[in-house]
DNA sequence: CAATTATAAGTAAATGTTTATTTATTTATA
DNA sequence: TATAAATAAATAAACATTTACTTATAATTG
């Protein structure tokens, strides 16, 4: 029996992202991806039930999966919050800085109601990634270090401003200078704890 | 001659951004537009160029030029950093929130290609509708009550997590309770501005 | 001041194109 | 040589946009 062609799952995979990253979710087809990909139509449907399920498993497998895992990367709930704090920007920057491919599918993901409905059912199944992100602010609050508020709260005052110079990040690439360096990542991160640390 | 019915008008406008909050962008079709908005699909022709041409005039007129009146709303650049800062986030809070479509059309303006490159030129076209708040915070940057750091960095930090914030306030209306209240939102903002002041 | 007319607004149905998906066939190798 | 992988080409459905026509009313006329 013929074996399947590993390199051409990829390519599928790679164009995938690369499509949605310059020409958005609405603008890729089947077709498209299968001309960029340098593959028939038919082979994508091959490993894929349909378009839907392409986008899903692209979305959770190929993004989602190893973004979470390298966020987490050399993370553990009993760091000091300052240091887990800074040990999680640090690796949610370099990770999103070079795969920007990743970061774009993340961000469709927060606007396209088929992923957002795959990232909630993947959330329950998998019994949250971020469960150790919540045990350590959760602990931090406890411990009267943080102030004592709701997960979802705390997370959006400690990484959403990540995320947007991220995009930052991103917009400038196609300008003359880069204003978002390490150096100033790990500087907004200190900002953003001072805010959230109950001792001023 | 035939005058235009003006409730067509809004009729399409309406059902687009219902259409788009709920199906997303990648499901508007010129046809089930017609449809919901109870026209035929050449009424909406004799108002647009082309699906492009709506898309982008509902997102600068619709959606953009109003929210941004909203958020300035009694907003002075003079004001104290702490009273101007509420101001801004109460502004968004509230107009977001009842908003919920204008909201998912302001987050697809950050994912698809076609929105972004309107925004902006529009940017460029209307000289800033944000100048007085990039004005605002200079200022106080160079008073020395905030830290000095591009407009671009304070904008993320300082307003980022209010739009994460108003995402679970949407999150939130379709569980039990609702945890992001006027009260929450206040709250936040003191944390926010705090990390971002020079007196500690 | 009615009746008529010119005209843009509006419609139903059609058109041609693009799209997701399938059919029929070939290919590579265990 | 059996079998799954892969392909080129076809198909049917969905789509943006247009064609050919009807309608409502402001302006004009008798």
Redesign the interface.
């Known amino acids: 029996m013929r074996p399947k062609n590993l390199e051409k799952e990829q390519a599928i995979r790679t164009m995938a992202l690369d499509i949605i990253a310059?020409?958005?979710?609405?603008?890729l087809t089947m077709q498209k991806l299968a001309k960029a990909a340098n593959v028939s139509p038919r082979t994508i449907y091959i490993k894929y039930d349909d378009k839907e399920d392409l986008l899903i498993k692209l979305f959770i497998y190929e993004v989602l999966a190893p973004y979470e895992a390298a966020v987490l990367d050399g993370f553990t709930e009993d760091m000091d919050f300052s240091i887990g704090t800074k040990k999680l920007w640090m690796n949610t920057f370099t990770y999103l800085k070079n795969n920007r491919s990743h970061f774009?599918l993340l961000?469709?993901s927060?606007?396209?109601?088929?992923l957002h409905k795959a990232y909630q059912q993947e959330n329950i199944v998998q019994g949250q990634y971020f469960a150790p992100i919540h045990r350590f602010l959760t602990a931090k609050a406890k411990a009267g270090i943080i102030?004592d508020?709701?997960f979802?709260?705390q997370r959006?005052?400690l990484m959403?401003?990540l995320?947007?110079?991220v995009?930052?990040y991103f917009d400038h690439t196609t300008r003359p200078v880069q204003?978002?360096t390490e150096d100033?990542i790990m500087?907004?991160c200190e900002?953003?704890?001072?805010?959230?640390l109950t001792n001023?």
């Open positions: 310059n020409e958005g979710m609405e603008n774009a961000q469709h927060k606007t396209s109601p088929l102030k508020l709701p979802d709260i959006a005052l959403s401003p995320i947007d110079l995009s930052e204003i978002i100033v500087q907004c900002i953003v704890m001072s805010g959230l001023k």
